[in-house]
């Protein structure tokens, strides 16, 4: 942990430079950074402002308008809590099994939004940078002129992103706010027709899947002083891990690594995670810091997403996403990997593993099926755990004898990886930017170190397009010195963290 | 029992002495829209959505008896927008949140701001805090969205005999409350075989643990606008 650059110890006589987006829905980021007369970087935070209000709003709620409610939450990956949502109240309803047509359409629903994440993430807000360079053109840096410069690539960004759209109205019936996962099971399964649309689909789907795996492992091996350095530093990971060992981003028992790969818990039912995991906070922070309770508040902190999760399991069930996984385990070394840009690497692979399992589920006749819901001993009290697209997702719940909410604890991916994302930031400030003018170019790449790990507020780009900007410079009085800001139609010089 | 017409928007409508010009349109399968009239209770006339012009006069359908030879008035322009600013006054007196309610697609007063294409609630929400009422085994009331219709208010008092729910307070403090001492539901003699548990336009009067077992696509609304299915209710009680 570089501790020295969280706090400086003078503050008061250094300059402050915020990278400030201003975003609606999920949260608010911004990187502050504190320099001297030299630009010495002497203090680097990164903010995120979490949206907690939905722990409060959900109280006195019946717990099955939960799964629905709760895709309020996020305008990214509303799935993903609609299933964590549907796990913790599948315990509150006693249906610890679900039949098999409802635990497989849930399956599908799950790896048809981490197919439609991933995309969107890598083709629309990586590529520009990946592509173009970290301080190429602005005005060409975006995925216009991805769509300009490297058509098929853009195309194929959004038709596997249209794709997972798909799946997930077919299953929840609509594309956003959907209702098919329910307590206890789903509401609706598959009819031949829609199953037979998807069929059609689905083995262009795979194989623009590995042309996005081998891309990105192209743009690895071209520069490996970069892609293996940019912001790295060792680390923690946990994430849940599927019976056997394999990769599951829909259930699974948590398991966590030491920075060298060595096991640190394994086969742990989330039920009791918060046996496990603490959460610290910072004053200068709105969101807190989860640490694991054994190793404390100063090592305990770890990663989750693609990087932990392809790193965490034994191997992957699918066949050309296993041959993936073991070509990046032996790039490495066999020891594991902590570039922050190993990311993309990895959550490309991830979204071949999912286009796999999407064409396996496709074949399975349970989609088909009628028996959709179960029930079982009623509880008072149930977690859900989810692979969500950026991370292990846990969702917390006490509902009464009435049928109402009295509790609610959510700790959300981006959550996981906060320590982890100020670290980043940090390696790359006192990287790049120590003793330097600053650019739009340099700002950059702090954006490219918090983007590798898509967290969740560079949601509001998704759903804006471009975000609307502001950097300001001040002096150690506090004086404004300059400023730059980028509107939203992206005219003016800026920069974007996203 | 004599007979006569009236036109409804240029149509001539056939009526019943004794008929209002809202169960002779309904009879001639013709939609005035509506929310507190019910077809198996008296009209009430409180929601005004059902608001015509008789001869250039602007009265409630659901209790003005039809006449021979009246003009009536229904689908123009203006009276539709006053009918919009109507619905969003409910939507805004109280919480709709329709992504997350399990009324969605079975409700009629989304229904029928849909019917009427109300595009935004353009008012300032009240945002009022009301508890949900679940102390009932099997059912729960949320009050959040409640819009004074008085259904279940006749329906229990009319058809079951109870008078299990009342209104109480004046003008913008008008709220439902349930006959219990304690103001719970578990407290009241309501039952599920009442008909006061089927007839709530909204989505205040739930079975518990059954929202949204019914998938997107198979919903009332989502097969048929509400002026082809206005009482989808009617079925079910
Ligand atoms: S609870 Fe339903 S039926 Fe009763 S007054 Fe309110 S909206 Fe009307
Ligand atoms: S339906 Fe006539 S006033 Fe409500």
Redesign the interface.
Known sequence: MIENLETANNPEKLRRVAIDPISRVEGHGKVTILLDEQNKVHQVRLHIVEFRGFEKFIQGRPYWEVPVMVQRLCGICPVSHHLAASKAMDIIVGARHLTPTAEKLRRLMHYGQILQSHALHFFHLSSPDLLFGFDSDVSQRNIVGVAAKYPEVAKKGVLLRKFGQEIIRHTAGKRVHGTGSVPGGVNKSLTVAERDALLKDIYQIVAWSREAVAMVKDLHNQNPGLYNSFGTFRANMMSIVGNEGGLDLYHGKLRGRDENGKLLFDGVDYQGYSDLIAEAVKPWSYMKFPYLKSLGEKQGWYRVGPLARVQNCDFIPTPLAEIERREFVDYCGGTPMHAPLGYHWTRMIEMLFAAEMIKDLLHDDDLLGSDLMVTGPRELEGVGVIEAPRGTLIHHYRVDEDDLVTMCNLIVSTTHNNQAMNEAVRHVAKRYLNGRELTEGLLNHIEVAVRAYDPCLSCATHALGKMPLEVELLDAEGMLLDRMTRGSDESTSGCRIT | MSEGNFTLDGEDIPFQEGQTIMQAAMAAGKYIPHLCYHPEFKPHGSCKLCTVRVNGRATASCTQRAASGAVVESNTHAINDERRALLQMLFVEGNH?C??C?KSGNCQLQATAYELGMMSPHYDHFFPNR??D??HPEY?L?FNRCILCSLCIRASRDVDGKNVFALSGRGIKTRLIVNAKSGRLADTNFSEADKAAHVCPVGVILK???????????RTFDLNPISATPHPTIKEG
Request: charged share 25%; proline share 14%; net charge positive.
């Open positions: 949140f992504p997350s399990e508890p949900v679940a102390s729960l949320d518990k643990r059954k929202g949204f077992a019914q998938p997107i696509g198979g």
